[in-house]
């Protein structure tokens, strides 16, 4: 079973601290992706990468940026974080391409819901 | 820039029968993926039902089918004989196809299920 892991379910940070949220696939996949989750407003993509060192900003970067130095780990970095960062947050990977179609979907991990106060 | 809609912030089914689910996207691209996640409570996001647009067949598994329509640009999906378990958000999301392939997804659908 392919397995994303999400380095913790719950997350409490103050305010101006910088933060790291850690994402591991076990699966090999090229793409990996971070996504903010509020009510109304669905899944919002912050940032995706398409491999190593590899990193294109999805619809909402600011205020955040990220890290991949390994195939099967993508981190999320606040570097001050604010009040208005308070989310869950969830981190996505699949393969990519037209030749794998049937592993086309993404693989999500449980999520991180993040309270900065 | 692609983009997902639901329309529908939140629907209501009894149990055993059946419920469509909207999405509308928007797309210049003329090959993509489109896919139904469905996160109950739990919070994990579980794949429901995926469609490739060059097909033309509306895939099916199981009580789950999808209404394609390319031309509408229109991804509905309808459940069928509705059980207690169904309740959850459903969210509609739109793939490109190449490397470097975006998913974007719409705001949700959240759907109780009654008895």
């Known amino acids: 079973d392919v397995k994303v892991t999400q380095s913790s379910r719950y997350l409490v940070k103050r305010t101006g601290e910088k933060v790291f949220l850690e994402c591991v696939q076990d699966?090999?996949?090229?793409?990996m992706f971070w996504y903010r989750q509020d009510p109304g407003l669905g899944l919002r993509l912050i940032y995706f990468?398409?491999?190593?060192?590899?990193?294109e900003k999805g619809d909402i970067p600011e205020g955040y940026s990220v890290s991949r130095e390994k195939k099967e780990r993508f981190s999320l970095i606040l570097e001050s974080a604010s009040t208005n960062q308070t989310s869950m947050y969830l981190c996505?990977?699949?393969?990519?391409?037209?030749?794998?179609?049937?592993?086309?979907?993404?693989?999500f991990g449980q999520g991180t819901r993040l309270t900065v106060v | 820039a692609q983009t997902v809609t639901q329309s529908q912030p939140e629907m209501s089914v009894q149990e055993a029968e059946t419920v469509t689910l909207s999405c509308t996207y928007d797309?210049?691209?003329?090959?993509?993926?489109l896919f139904w996640y469905k996160q109950p409570p739990s919070r994990q996001m579980i794949l429901v039902i995926r469609q490739e647009a060059y097909k033309q067949q509306n895939a099916t598994e199981n009580r789950f089918s999808v209404n394609f329509q390319k031309a509408a640009k229109s991804f509905s999906l309808k459940i069928s004989d509705s059980q207690l378990g169904d309740a959850a958000m459903y969210f509609c999301a739109y793939r490109t196809t190449g490397t470097a392939s975006k998913l974007t997804f719409g705001t949700g659908t959240r759907l109780q299920v009654t008895l």
């Open positions: 990468s398409y491999d190593v060192k590899m990193k």
């Open positions: 797309t210049s691209e003329s090959d993509y993926y």
């Open positions: 996505a990977s699949s393969s990519a391409g037209r030749g794998f179609w049937s592993l086309s979907e993404a693989f």
């Open positions: 699966m090999d996949h090229e793409n």
